[in-house]
């Protein structure tokens, strides 16, 4: 129940007010108390001084004047429990009269527990008034107040006792009945003191609740939160706080989901694979890159370990390798899945001297890594292909120099020669061509035209070589075709390259087919022959600049491998595509497609 500051609050009110009325009913008690013993006390006194003043009496004449005393005491106005008794002054005192008459002695030591009684009863001649404390009779009668007062002669002997005892009886039925009424204000002060307490601590817990209400289910996300103000008390101040620190929360949870929304947008659809864990090598985060790199669920990205993913694969990635490195930062190459990544590395820090675990990039460099391969090759087969005339040209030429003294074999240099540079130039002129199609520099007149008309026209300039091979080329319309618009020389390049290919690389006495036909919104012209045919490990690369299947023979046969890459340039330049499909020893048959406006 005290767990509560409501209950606390009205606690704290009940004991102030149960403590506060204790304390003052203590002090009124005492207080009425000696108050009405010190009045007692002065009644007492008075009325001895009274009689004293009263008798007058003389040594002499305490015999002869009994009748005198005893019509004073007779006639003397005594209250109902107060006694008054005139005494010898003797060793055993005697009742000379007294209020009430008696003829007993009353003041006996037997009668009293009590050591001042005793020495006044044992009192011989002794002068002096004594009022003696409150003494409780054996009989439990009742509490009495006692009082002795002397009488003197003219000479100043003591020659009699007044003697007073007045009961404190109705005093205590006072003070009790004093203590029942402070008794009953004390707990109708406590009964209103629990139900004030309550009020007032229900209206400070009250809207200390609500904020509490209020704050926990901003603790749950809910952070459309507002606490009604509705005073200008400190409660009052903690809602105004309130609401201006749930303003301020919202703006910086709204701030940090944006900016958490924007990391994980950018984490999740960057291009390189991104993984983070801890020092104890278990997974923090993997994006979808990494996802796929590595078969993850992510769902279940906590449940993976570095040393079965990563460390299983990679050897040279082991993370207590790279921890022992002097800032753990770096990069390494690696392989997987028949592609290449480089893998950069970095610590993340809990604080700025505490490391936290290591964020690893995986940034795909297959095609980077190929490009410089072709760069490679590029310049490889460049290189080879010019050095080869060159080396053909510089010979020959020596040779006409020195003097060869025979005309019909100096013709025949000279004619080599100048074929090598026909070579040459051709290969140089690919090579602008494809320079200035990468660049985007080359001008193109697209046209609207027939395509079946520049299909006859290269079928007829390439039918004299096929005769050479004793081959049939042969031209199809397999169905009318609308007119498209392209650029004239850029197709028809593209056309005779294949249809050279096709002769080029078939046998005596083979086949060439060219079919021209629609398929749905393309124009699709087929050239296709029963050659050697490609192996099907080189189809993915035939149109690699400077790629040749089988290079003597391509060489023995002129080719410069830029052909297929400058057909394949146009066909894009042209939104269109070109693909091959070929078996090896049955033949190859290159599609064209063209798109139709």
Known sequence: MFSSIRWRFIFVYFMLVFVAMIIVGIFIINSLEIQQNNQIEREMLNQAKKINFSLALKNEQLDSQT???????????????????????????????????TTEIIVDARAYEHDELDAFLIMQGNKGTQIFKNIENIDKTGIDKHLVYPVENEIGEQVAIIYVMNSLKKNYALLDATKIVLLEATLIALVVTIILGYLVARSIT????????????????????????????????????FNYLNEGLKKSISEINREKSKMEAILNYMADGLIAVNKEGVFIHANLVAQDMFNLESKAIDTYKYRDIIEGSFESLRLKKIFEEESATGSKLIEHDGKVYKVQYAPFFANQTEVSGLILVFQDMTEEEKLERLRRDFVANVSHELKTPLTTVKSYTETIIDGVGNPELERSFLETINSECDRMNRIVRELLDLSSMDHKQKKWNFEKANISYLLEKCVKKMNMTAKE????????????????VFDYDGIEQV??????????YSHEGGHVEVQLYQNGYDVVIEIKDDGFGIDKKDLNRIFERFYRVDKARSRALGGTGLGLSIAKEIMEAHEGS????????????????????
């Not at 004793?470 to 075709?481: G, H, K, P």
Request: glycine residues 6%; negative net charge.
């Open 206 to 241: 009250k809207p200390i609740n609500a904020v509490t209400l209020k704050a926990e289910k901003m603790a749950k996300g809910d952070f459309n939160q507002y606490v009604d103000v509705q005073s200008t008390d400190e409660i009052g101040q903690l809602g105004r706080m």
């Open 67 to 101: 009748q005198k005393i005893e019509s004073l005491f007779q006639n003397w106005p005594v209250g109902i429990d107060e006694r008054i008794y005139l005494l010898t002054c003797e060793e055993n005192p005697v009742i000379i009269t007294g209020i009430p008459r």
């Open 578 to 597: 070109i693909h091959v499909q070929s078996q090896l020893g049955v033949g190859t048959t290159v599609f064209l497609n063209l798109p139709i406006d």
């Open 495 to 504: 056309v005779l390259n294949i249809i050279s290919n096709a002769i080029k």
């Open 469 to 484: 091979k004793n081959q049939e080329l042969r031209f199809d319309v397999v169905s009318e075709t609308p007119e498209i």
